[in-house]
């Protein structure tokens, strides 16, 4: 397992195949991360040589102000996992072009866990993905302008 902890405007880790620059939180590798903490204007975006990608999200709130918070480039599947007991949000805001949601991915989205995952699509859609979404468990409060 890898960990990324969000603190406001950037990012800490630990484990490879992570990278940050300010506010954006590049997943390189394949595998297993846990999210926690806050990120007030950021991304978390990942592109990699089509490995799956698990973000075990732990009392997490991503925001990014001109994009999707959670933009997956390239994997072979990005599934979601809220932890247990937890209560985590996911928004984007402003305008932006290429990534119309929230969290926007090029390949399969999973969502599930036993958490609580708010999506808040303030610019168009709160889930988009040019393949398949799949709901799998735990309970997801989405809210769009479109």
Do not use: R
Request: glycine share 14%.
């Amino acid at each position: 397992m890898k960990y990324i902890y969000l603190n406001g405007s950037s990012a800490q880790y630990d484990g490879e195949g992570i990278s940050v620059s300010g506010g954006k939180i590049t997943i390189t590798k394949g595998g297993h991360y846990e999210i926690s903490g806050t990120l007030d204007n950021g991304q978390i975006y990942i592109e990699t040589d089509k490995k799956k990608v698990k973000l075990y999200l732990n009392n997490c709130s991503i925001t990014n102000k001109a994009g999707a918070a959670i933009y997956c480039m390239k994997a072979k599947k990005v599934t979601l996992e809220t932890l247990a007991g937890t209560t985590n949000t996911i928004s984007d805001g402003g305008t932006h072009d290429a990534d119309k949601g929230a969290i926007f991915s090029e390949d399969t989205v999973v969502l599930k866990g036993e958490g609580v995952l708010n999506i808040n699509g303030v610019y168009a859609h709160g889930i988009q993905s040019d393949d398949d979404i799949k709901m799998n468990g735990g309970t997801v409060n989405i809210t769009c302008s479109s």
